[in-house]
T-cell receptor
Framework: DQQVKQNSPSLSVQEGRISILNCDYT??????FLWYKKYPAEGPTFLIS?????DKNEDGRFTVFLNKSAKHLSLHIVPSQPGDSAVYFC??????????FGAGTILRVKS | GAGVSQSPSNKVTEKGKDVELRCDPI?????LYWYRQSLGQGLEFLIY????????KSGLPSDRFSAERTGGSVSTLTIQRTQQEDSAVYLC???????????FGPGTRLTVL
């Protein structure tokens, strides 16, 4: 039973346009959400996070939106750059800082 | 700077053999986590160490899996009598304290033939 779902396995976007990556979760006890970025042969690296008491967090080109009633979050990248091409994982935090991850979305930014 | 390191980077083994995977966390980090990523799946939590507390083993899939953390630093994940379904990338992460950002190592790709 997947508690965190990323329903789009891949996304292709033109350079300069907006990339929107989506994530849904089922456990209302999750209190913190994170996005990680992963390049091939490397471990995931932290990108941006949001607490469940907020609905938006912005860091440069990256913005995460949280809709608690819909149990949905999204990551917006504006403008997208070719270096953003990677696998993006959505994660939610359980007690003890255990992270529950989605299956990931492969983002390809075309130049 | 020194990040989380894992060894070996790749391991191929035969079904039924035991394997040991090593993780060197970032110096000073008190929390250490093991995850695995099977093909097409997200990262799956396995086990979590925090300081001197008893580890949280709730994610270990069977009693063939065990892990230890010696001296509050290096950790070893051991899989006994490996099965083909154990094939995955095993990732280690560490954080300064329990609620801090987790930094991941590059992973060990385990292939069980």
């Amino acid at each position: 039973d997947q508690q965190v779902k990323q329903n789009s396995p891949s996304l292709s976007v033109q350079e300069g346009r907006i990339s929107i990556l989506n994530c849904d979760y089922t456990n209302s006890m999750f209190d913190y959400f994170l996005w990680y970025k992963k390049y091939p042969a490397e471990g995931p690296t932290f990108l941006i996070s949001i607490s469940s008491i907020k609905d938006k967090n912005e860091d440069g080109r990256f913005t995460v939106f949280l809709n608690k009633s819909a149990k949905h979050l999204s990551l917006h990248i504006v403008p997208s750059q070719p270096g953003d091409s990677a696998v993006y994982f959505c994660a939610a935090r359980e007690y003890g800082n255990k992270l529950v991850f989605g299956a990931g979305t492969i983002l390809r930014v075309k130049s | 700077g020194a990040g989380v390191s894992q060894s070996p980077s790749n391991k191929v083994t035969e079904k039924g053999k035991d394997v040991e995977l090593r993780c060197d966390p970032i110096s000073g980090h008190t929390a250490l986590y093991w995850y695995r990523q099977s093909l097409g799946q997200g990262l799956e939590f396995l086990i979590y160490f925090q300081g001197n507390s008893a580890p949280d083993k709730s994610g270990l899939p069977s009693d063939r899996f065990s892990a230890e953390r010696t001296g509050g630093s290096v950790s070893t994940l051991t899989i006994q009598r490996t099965q083909q379904e154990d094939s995955a990338v095993y990732l280690c992460a560490s954080s300064l304290a329990v609620w801090d950002e987790q930094f991941f190592g590059p992973g060990t790709r385990l292939t069980v033939l």
